[in-house]
Nanobody, 113 residues
Framework: QVHVVESGGGLVQVGGSLRLSCAASGSIFSIYAWYRQAPGKQRELVAS???????NYADSVKGRFTISRDAAKNTADLRMNSLKPEDTAVYSC?????????WGRGTQVTVSS
């Protein structure tokens, strides 16, 4: 059975940093991705990383966020720097294996000004 669990959210001031962690179990995943959804807005892709290490970022976070993965541990981290109020959202991890997507329940990130 596949489980995806996020951790590391919280409250941070503008300009601060947070690290989110995604732990997936039950399979070997080909792609990890972080999504976020702010109140009243659609869910958007923040960053993704393939098994080979290819990364992709939303324009709004390029240069501030870094996604990484540890294949041995089946984890994927999202390092967020220079946080802005508009980064406030629920961040969810998605892991893909054999074309199937598995989602965590999400973790709240709140950036206060």
């Amino acid at each position: 059975q596949v489980h995806v669990v996020e951790s590391g959210g919280g409250l941070v001031q503008v300009g601060g940093s947070l690290r989110l962690s995604c732990a997936a179990s039950g399979s070997i995943f080909s792609i990890y991705a972080w999504y976020r959804q702010a109140p009243g807005k659609q869910r958007e892709l923040v960053a993704s990383i393939t098994r080979g290490g290819y990364t992709n970022y939303a324009d709004s976070v390029k240069g501030r966020f870094t996604i990484s993965r540890d294949a041995a541990k089946n984890t994927a981290d999202l390092r967020m720097n220079s946080l802005k109020p508009e980064d406030t959202a629920v961040y969810s991890c998605m892991a893909t294996v054999a074309g199937q997507q598995y989602w965590g329940r999400g973790t709240q990130v709140t950036v206060s000004s």
